[in-house]
């Protein structure tokens, strides 16, 4: 069941997920696709990647140009691991044997990856724990993390911030101007509560959702942004007032020294690789509005990843790249 978008759902919450593996059946063509860690980045191949959505769910997703390969009919053939929890996961080189029967003594069994993923069962407490929050508030928006919560039922939105809004001037750059209570009766009422919303599109070309003109009024919004305003105001409060902002966007440049093992000299490569690796890691849904990138955090996510490399400086602009409450760093259209 492949969606629009080029997704497989695994809808098991107990999948380990670097065990996915998928091959393709079209008419007389089959094969097992290569698995590589984003998708977006990649061309001109037919592959997968596994991401882990906002519920949960492990899914299959295929590159922008997957219609081009498919044809009618199409068998996908997918094979993972589950996994209950911690205590489930494989370690590494565990498995050794198989049913003697079946596969020859020539071959040797070996597991040389440990299996990542698979959620812990929910423990009685959790379970009365979410119950009652689930019947208390009866999916409305109550708090400013429900509305960002909500939107996960809008694909073309990676992450929504909700920001208290009832703060002066100050605490808001000239762009993003706190909103201005215009006097009942005609305006919003004073014990209005009201909530700045900013968010990130998943296409990576675009910094847009909420245009705004010199009136200061709404006179475009993007489809999705449309999608999330239609959520919103079902589920609101009466006396929640809703602002949109999109946020200050952070293009970041950053220059890296990268010292490697004298065994392992692959210069170019290794420096491309670590690219894509910044791309995937710093990814429109993993970093957050308002959150700042730190020079070491982003050397030891390297070293972590890259086991040939000794040491890493990060030189440029500045060793950390702070961001405030309403900016976004776009490490994905940086240098």
């Known amino acids: 069941d492949i969606d629009e978008y080029g997704r497989i759902s695994l809808n098991d919450y107990y999948a380990a997920t670097n065990t996915v593996s998928c091959t393709m059946m079209n008419g007389s063509t089959a094969g097992e696709l290569s698995r590589v860690t984003d998708v977006r980045f990649t061309t001109g191949e037919m592959c997968f990647s596994v991401h882990v959505d906002l519920d949960g769910i492990p899914y299959i997703q295929f590159p922008s140009n997957w219609t081009s390969y498919i044809s009618d009919p199409t068998t996908f053939n ?11 996961r494989t370690g590494a080189n565990t498995i050794t044997r198989c049913n003697v029967t079946a596969v020859s003594n ?11 993923g698979g959620y ?10 979410k119950a009652s929050v689930f019947a208390r508030t009866m999916y409305s928006l109550v708090t400013l993390k429900d509305f960002e919560d909500v939107a996960v039922f809008v694909d073309d939105i990676v992450q929504v911030k909700a920001l208290d809004y009832n703060n002066d001037e100050s605490e808001f750059p000239p762009t993003i101007p ?5 006097s009942p009766p005609n305006g919003v009422p004073n014990d209005a509560y009201k909530v700045l919303i900013m968010a990130v599109p998943s296409n990576l070309s675009d910094q847009t959702m909420f245009t705004i ?23 609101k409060s009466a006396t929640l007032y809703v602002e949109y902002r999109d946020p200050i966007y952070i293009e970041p ?39 700042s990138l730190y020079g070491s955090v982003i050397g030891k996510d390297i070293l972590n990843a890259f086991p ?15 961001a405030a409450p309403y900016e976004y760093i776009d490490l994905n259209n940086g240098y």
Do not use: C
């Open 120 to 129: 812990n069962p929910e423990t009685v407490a959790e379970i009365k724990t």
């Open 253 to 291: 440049w950053l220059i890296l020294n990268i010292y490697l093992d004298p065994n392992d000299l692959t210069i170019a490569s290794v420096a491309e690789e670590v690219v894509d690796f910044l791309k995937t890691r710093y990814s429109r849904n993993r970093v957050a509005i308002g959150e």
């Open 178 to 182: 706190a909103y201005v209570q215009p």
């Open 78 to 88: 997918v094979i993972y691991l589950t996994t209950n929890g911690v205590e489930g």
């Open 106 to 116: 020539n071959y040797t069994i070996t597991n040389p990856e440990a299996s990542v």
């Open 213 to 235: 003109d010199d009136k200061n009024t709404y006179s475009k919004l993007t489809a999705a942004a449309q999608q999330l305003h239609n959520i919103y105001m079902e589920r």
């Open 308 to 322: 040939n490399i000794d040491y890493v400086e990060v030189r440029d602009p500045e060793y950390n790249i702070e």
